[in-house]
């Protein structure tokens, strides 16, 4: 069974910094691009990032580039989401999501094979 297990949000002053995690079981971690999701309330899911198996392709959003930064780890089955300069328009509830096929463009949303169950990122004014 396939678990993806996001860590790390919390309540953070705007200007501040934080890095989630999203640790992968039950699937093989390095055949898989890995993705950022946010929602914030009353809001769609949006895409924040994505990166390929090997760490050779990644995206962002336009609102995120510069501030946050996607990495993974291979051999810990983790990928990671570093956020500075966090404003409150950050405030979300953030979803790591697998991808099988995907490494050089984008997948849409539904294109995503798992999902974990989130964390909640809330910045403050």
């Known amino acids: 069974q396939v678990q993806l297990v996001e860590s790390g949000g919390g309540l953070v002053q705007a200007g501040g910094s934080l890095r989630l995690s999203c640790a992968a079981n039950?699937?093989?971690?390095?055949?898989?691009?890995m993705g950022w999701f946010r929602q914030a309330p009353g809001k769609e899911r949006e895409f924040v990032a994505h990166?390929?198996?090997?760490?050779?392709?990644?995206f962002y959003a336009d609102s995120v580039k510069g501030r946050f930064t996607i990495s993974r780890d291979n051999s810990k089955n983790t990928v990671y989401l570093q956020l500075n300069s966090l404003k409150p328009e950050d405030t979300a509830v953030y979803y790591c999501?697998?991808?099988?096929?995907?490494?050089?463009?984008?997948?849409?949303?539904?294109?995503?094979?798992?999902w974990g169950q989130g964390t909640q990122v809330t910045v403050s004014s």
């Open positions: 999501a697998a991808d099988r096929y995907h490494s050089t463009t984008i997948p849409r949303r539904d294109e995503y094979d798992y």
């Open positions: 990166t390929s198996q090997n760490s050779g392709w990644t």
């Open positions: 039950g699937l093989i971690f390095s055949s898989y691009n």
